[in-house]
């Protein structure tokens, strides 16, 4: 019984470590993004930010690719063939002198790392199923939702004592030690006799199967709005907090603090989800991300920055409201298509991605001198994402 118990707890913090390189490497370098800049030609803050943006743009395009590719060759070569790339794009990154060679490394380590992702959860699919699996993932989600708060301190704490590029040796580093943990210690889940042929009839079908679901494609269209608000705030924040309010030091631990309330409402919404259903709390959270954000607006319109303290609690009513809309949008846009899961969550991943990057781009250009334009692109992004559900979804009753 003890060793059961041993091995499923190394399962989840192997799962929670293959999803946290993710964060690992969009969050460790943001205390390093001038440094960066320095290095390769002084680009404005606004190209600063394409270095946060662009990678989510490979982790849209990667799981596309590897989530279908998983299904037929079997999940730990896909794992195998992802961090590879990832490694390889990190040596890039490490070795660019200009902006354009930083970013095609970026975006390369964005599909290397969609695989470990992706996979993760389907390797938890493969073990796991109905409410054991959803007790499994609130378990990986605990462990993963620390990494952004931590990741960057480390960050910094590598600045001070080594360079930026420091940073993306420790993300390959961090890479290569769950690699080594994954290989030794994982087996393979998908069994020989469970695997799909891949050809283009299965894609083809896959996909026609996922347009036919008004809701998936609603939900899908939403949760690229809101990882475009998501996206904008880590890409910008190294000029709201740096530049605008000075705070050259203790920038990541303000990141930090924030990010905390996104992890507290994931915790919370996993037991408030059985009582209150889905779409009743999600709702929820979309009015009250869109009042904070009008309220802000109308207070500060015109107006210098608010004190640290005041925009610090702007800033984390917003987060706690993206932790109850994230699971629960994304858990409403695969549930007509638990048929079609593989290729329906690789689309959706794909197509949210494609909505969110240009969303954050446009944002983060008007990000110069007060973090005012972000409030407002929150505030637009939320009110078009309560009238879309508004016009374009079913019916609300009540969950039994």
Known sequence: MASKKSSELEFIALMALLMANVAMSIDSILPGL?????????????????????????LGIGQLIFGTLSDSLGRKPIVYYGFTLFIIASFICLFAQDLSTILIGRILQGIGLSAPRTISVSIIRDKYSGNYMARIMSFVTVIFILIPMVAPIIGQQILIYFNWQSIFYF??????????????????TLIKSNRLKLTKELFINGSKEFFKFRTTLLYTGITGIITGCFMVFLSASKQIFQDQYGYQNAYVYIIAAISFFLGLATLFNGTMVLKYGMKRISNVAFY???IISLLYIGLFFNQPNPNILTIYIYMAIQFLCLGFIFGNIR?????????VAGIGAALSGFLSTLIAVPIAMIIGKFINTTALPIFVGFFICGLVSLLAIRLFSRPFHKQQ
């Open 34 to 58: 001038s440094q960066i800049g320095n290095s390769i030609g002084n680009p404005s803050n606004t190209d600063l930010q394409l270095l946060i943006t662009m990678i989510f743009l490979g």
């Open 171 to 188: 993300q390959i580093l961090f890479a290569l030690i769950v690699l080594l943990w994954f290989g030794f210690r994982q087996e393979e």
């Open 288 to 290: 009250v991300f869109s």
């Open 331 to 339: 858990a409403l846009t695969m549930e007509p298509i638990g048929h």
